[in-house]
């Protein structure tokens, strides 16, 4: 089932994949490099609020990083349990937390173990027929071959996406930055 990693750990009653397997998925599996930051920003609609983190990525056919994206808010919350943990300890757990979700956003990945949890999972809305001959179209238009679709339309939203799950709002994206750049050739 396309980008789905396998939880390997259990804490607090539940299993989730851990920042190590997401970031292995992601540098091992879909080939990207990433980097990411915190922005130590006052967050007052998060009283317990510490900034929040942001990735961003590279592959080797795009020419730099992308933009940071992906912002996950750092939220600290009180000790749960029967002991009492130390701030920092609760700081790390929220901040490892906020980066696997960047990741997870950012990649449109999801996690799951495997006892078929997900076996009638359907993916998101994917692109209706009006936008895929849209995007086809553009494809065409710019000669781009069979196989590469993924990787072209990718370098053009600055996005990793995988054509054959391009959601509407990916495929817009795609369809957008056409019309951006003919607004350019129109006003110089």
């Given at each position: 089932?396309?980008?789905v990693?396998?939880?390997?750990r259990?804490a607090?009653?539940?299993?989730?994949?851990?920042?190590?397997s997401?970031?292995?998925?992601?540098?091992?599996?879909?080939?990207?490099?990433?980097?990411?930051d915190?922005?130590?920003?006052?967050?007052?609609?998060?009283?317990?609020?510490?900034?929040?983190?942001?990735?961003?990525?590279?592959?080797?056919?795009?020419?730099?990083?992308?933009?940071?994206?992906?912002?996950?808010?750092?939220?600290?919350?009180?000790?749960?349990?029967?002991?009492?943990?130390?701030?920092?300890?609760?700081?790390g757990?929220?901040?490892?937390?906020a980066?696997?979700?960047?990741?997870?956003t950012?990649f449109?990945?999801?996690?799951?173990?495997?006892?078929?949890?997900?076996?009638?999972?359907?993916?998101?809305?994917?692109?209706n027929?009006?936008?895929?001959?849209?995007?086809?179209?553009?494809?065409?238009q710019?000669?781009?071959?069979?196989?590469?679709?993924?990787?072209?339309?990718?370098?053009?939203?600055?996005?990793?996406?995988?054509?054959?799950?391009l959601?509407?709002?990916?495929?817009?994206?795609?369809?957008?930055?056409f019309?951006?750049?003919?607004?350019v050739?129109?006003?110089?």
């Amino acid at each position: 089932m396309g980008n789905v990693i396998p939880k390997n750990r259990k804490a607090y009653g539940y299993d989730y994949a851990d920042l190590g397997s997401v970031v292995n998925y992601v540098t091992e599996v879909l080939g990207f490099r990433v980097e990411q930051d915190i922005h130590y920003n006052n967050l007052p609609q998060y009283p317990n609020g510490y900034g929040f983190v942001v990735t961003h990525y590279w592959q080797d056919f795009s020419k730099s990083w992308s933009e940071y994206a992906a912002p996950v808010p750092i939220i600290v919350g009180d000790s749960a349990g029967k002991r009492e943990q130390p701030f920092m300890q609760r700081y790390g757990s929220a901040e490892t937390y906020a980066r696997r979700y960047s990741l997870l956003t950012l990649f449109c990945l999801a996690t799951s173990d495997d006892d078929g949890q997900l076996a009638g999972y359907q993916r998101g809305n994917p692109m209706n027929e009006e936008l895929r001959k849209q995007v086809a179209a553009l494809l065409a238009q710019g000669n781009i071959p069979a196989g590469r679709e993924s990787e072209a339309i990718s370098s053009r939203i600055k996005m990793p996406v995988n054509y054959a799950r391009l959601t509407d709002w990916q495929a817009q994206l795609f369809i957008n930055s056409f019309k951006k750049n003919e607004e350019v050739k129109e006003a110089a």
